[in-house]
């Protein structure tokens, strides 16, 4: 059963730049498309980006196109998202979410989940 570990959140000013990583461990994660959710205060969880198994295909969700970059190092069973451009908007606890299937953008689709990091962007 693979089993994923966030890191790398933190508060960051606003314009500035934090990259999170995703590590995996118990399985094949090679197999697993992977993607990023977040969770903002009294909000629900949405998509963000997604990578697929191999790293080919990439998905964003369009407040985020241009500003994250999702991109995966199987050789370190590492997913990373690198954000950059901060906005207070962006404040959420960032989930890294696996499934051993396609990309998907629905939290309902995947069944492994990290515990997550929080990502704070203020002054």
């Known amino acids: 059963q693979v089993q994923l570990v966030e890191s790398g959140g933190g508060l960051v000013q606003p314009g500035g730049s934090l990259r999170l990583s995703c590590l995996a461990s118990g399985g094949t994660f090679g197999r697993h498309a992977t993607s990023w959710f977040r969770q903002a205060p009294e909000k629900e969880r949405e998509f963000v980006a997604g990578?697929?198994?191999?790293?080919?295909?990439?998905y964003y969700t369009d407040s985020v196109k241009g500003q994250f970059t999702i991109s995966r190092d199987n050789t370190k069973n590492t997913v990373y998202l690198q954000m950059n451009s901060l906005k207070p908007e962006d404040t959420a606890v960032y989930y890294c979410?696996?499934?051993?299937?396609?990309?998907?953008?629905?939290?309902?689709?995947?069944?492994?989940w990290g515990q997550g990091t929080l990502v704070t962007v203020s002054s």
């Open positions: 990578i697929s198994r191999g790293g080919l295909n990439t």
């Open positions: 979410a696996a499934r051993a299937a396609a990309i998907a953008t629905t939290r309902d689709e995947y069944d492994l």
